[in-house]
Each structure stands twice: as C-alpha cells, then as structure tokens.
C-alpha cells in the first residue's frame, strides 16, 4: 500500500459522499457565501463536519463550569454554525469578526436552524475582544483560530490562556495553499503561519496533531 493516497475525482467524490452530513441550512449557506467574491474564505464542508463532531467531543454538560467556545474570524457564520451545533446545553460560542456585512448573512441562518441564542457575536478587532475576555481565563472547551494570519501567534497565546485543561485549539489554513513548503516565499501571512505551526509542533502546554483536511488545520490540546 501507497503511504499517501492520491484523489482523483472518483475518490473525491467517494470522500465527499461520506465526509459530511448535511442540512438545508447549512448547504443555503455555503451556497449564498460561495457566491460572493470571497467565497474561498468558507471553510469546507468537511472542515466543518469535523469541527462540530470535536465540539461535541470536548464540550462540557451544564453541571460543569465552563462556558463554551471562540471563533476568531467569523466570515459569513458556517464555521459558528458547524461549532454552535456540537456546543452542549446552555453552552454559547463568541464568534469575533470585523465585517458587519458577512456575519448578517450568518446570523439569519443562525436564526433558521434556531442556534442564535448559542451564538454571541462580537463585532470589531478580536484583538480588542479578547483583552475584554480575561475573566474567561479557564473556562472555554474549544476554539477555532481563522482570522486575519498576521495575528496567528496572538490568537493562538490568548486561546490557549482561555481553555480549560484538556481543551482543544483548532488553526485553519496551516497549508496555505503550499505555500509554507516553500522558504523562498516570506510574505507576512505566510512567515506567521509558518511560525505558528513550527511553534505548536513543539509547544509543551499542548499535545497536537496537523490534520490534512481543507487547508490543514493544526489541532492543540491544552495540558
């Protein structure tokens, strides 16, 4: 057996058959946000599938005191409806954006597969959002990390701050593309991607493991 296998268009629509479960509010949104001009922003059905199985796995039930999760980079809200999905009872996600525009067309499918009250939405520099954020220090079960990459180290050290023991970290588009295999590329968004992965893959607060689904998504477990 190959130690890597090659998809071809029959085995990627064989993975695509089996990777996902869908919903009719899940599949208007992604077609509503593939039709924008940036429309390669959404994350991949698959992505998202795997994001609401890991919240499920992590989030804690009402009698424990924890309170949820973090989406930094919102976009048009399928990653926070993916997220909110797999979120216990009386659990909330914040979801940190800048756009105003994109989040309104996720807060009305929010409303349509009735998880608007599980969802916070806080609107401006999630820089700023999480200095506000310290008394959540401990408490939070998952975080999902894809907002602007300049900032990747950041998001990375105020999640790992506000998960509990035994919470999960997810950054997307470790890939980016390919291009952090290629050195001679040194752009701002590719260095610190670059340099976020390099940190994670020897960070002691964590156990993780690089997932190659989508863009890659490294996947933490805080200590």
Known sequence: MPKFTTFDNSLYDFFQSVAFRDDEVKKSLRIESAALPQ??????????????????????????????????????????????????????????????????????????????????????????????LDHLKGTLDFAFIDGDKANYDAYYEACLELLRPGGIVLIDNIFWGGDVADLSISDPDTTAIRAVANKVAVDSRVDCSLIPVADGVFMARKR
Not at 62 to 71: F, L, M, R, S
Request: glycine residues 10%.
């Open 39 to 132: 429309g390669g922003m959404q994350i991949s059905p698959e992505q998202g599938q795997l994001m609401t199985v890991l919240t499920q796995m992590v989030s804690q039930p009402k009698d424990v005191q924890t309170v949820g999760a973090i989406e930094i980079g919102t976009f048009t809200g399928y990653s926070a409806l993916c997220i909110a999905k797999g979120l216990a009872e009386n659990r909330t996600l914040i979801a940190c954006d800048i756009s105003e525009e994109w989040t309104a067309i996720g807060e009305k499918h929010w409303s349509r597969a009735g998880l608007s009250k599980k969802i916070d939405l806080k609107l401006g520099a999630a820089t700023e959002t999480l200095k506000t």
